[in-house]
DNA sequence: TAGAGACTTGGAGCGCACTCCAGGCAAGCG
DNA sequence: CGCTTGCCTGGAGTGCGCTCCAAGTCTCTA
């Protein structure tokens, strides 16, 4: 049986965990491991988001609902740095703050909403397949320019040359 | 001798004309023809760009002046079709009105920014470089949790059937 | 020639995604 | 103890890329 599979059947009612068991995507820096509470500086020299940022997004709902310490300072978990890298991801590619805010909303209702969920994710990787194909586009426009500058500074040395 | 740099070196002093040999590129809309004097209704048809937005590029110097009519109306040519096709180009792929800007006084210079032109495009091709690359990382991403999603589906279907 | 619809302008307004400010609390250090 | 540094809040401000408004002029069709 497909392990991811496993892991949902038995893990009925817990859904933050289940999405934090799609959440197993590799980041490129380690993160700042041991306590695995985190202050708001340290997510942002991991993430490169600005504190304020970090408190919008909670704001808005973006963010799971972030621990406090006893006085009332946010502290961080690995999986809202888990959660932060997917929405850096989405962010890059240019989703709409408002749907991520939707897509935090699904996962917090729970697993009923798999299906809409599903549905999100799709029609944004829809979007960005057509984007790298507009970008690639111009890339060939972009070469197709740049190679005329360069014949032409080419031609103008020879003219020196000669 | 290539053709390009024959047609540069012969057109010496008409820098526009330069800029639309350099501007060869193929539309997949076919372009309202016939008199060359569009107007810019014509133009938002062709481009999807608004009428607001036209006007507003020429107001930022993104536009090399349209000609007019003898009352005073837009008339768009051919040449500026094939502007707006570039500069199009350059807005999906993100780059900056003030940079595009940049690029158009540049032209309106005439030869001698040439090599400007030719790195301020080159810059721009390493950033939409960059830029598919992220939004490749991301697909996978996307797929994975895709993925995940269809699987769970599959998973409580087939609990239904047993 | 009349009326509808397209075009003109300078300047104000809008939506998005942050970004910053003021004023205050809490912890650590000499 | 005082000082510095870090964090807290609600709300206001910013920059970008448009987008729209008001009030007037022009063009086209009947």
Same mark, same amino acid.
């Given at each position: ?19 934090? +068991?799609?959440?197993?995507? &590799? ?8 306590? /695995?509470?985190?202050?708001?500086? %340290?997510? *942002? ?38 959660? +932060?890298?997917?929405?850096? &991801? ?8 408002? /749907?991520?805010?939707?897509?935090? %909303?699904? *996962? ?55």
């Amino acid at each position: 049986m497909d392990e991811r599979v496993a892991a949902l059947t038995v893990m009925e009612g817990v859904p933050e965990q289940v999405e934090a +068991l799609c959440e197993t995507v &590799k980041f490129s820096h380690p993160r700042p491991d041991g306590q /695995d509470r985190y202050t708001i500086s %340290e997510v *942002v020299a991991w993430t490169g988001l600005t504190a304020h940022t970090l408190r919008w997004y909670e704001r808005i709902g973006l963010m799971p609902h972030v621990d406090r310490s006893h006085t009332g300072q946010r502290r961080y978990g690995n999986r809202d740095l888990d959660w +932060l890298g997917f929405v850096g &991801k989405l962010r890059l590619t240019g989703m709409p703050v408002a /749907d991520m805010v939707r897509y935090a %909303e699904l *996962v917090r209702e729970g697993e009923h909403t798999f299906d809409e969920r599903r549905r999100l994710l799709q029609d944004h990787r829809d979007n960005v397949r057509v984007r790298i194909n507009e970008l690639r586009d111009t890339l060939a426009v972009l070469d197709f320019k740049i190679d005329f500058y360069v014949d032409a500074r080419r031609a103008s040395e020879e003219r020196l040359v000669r």
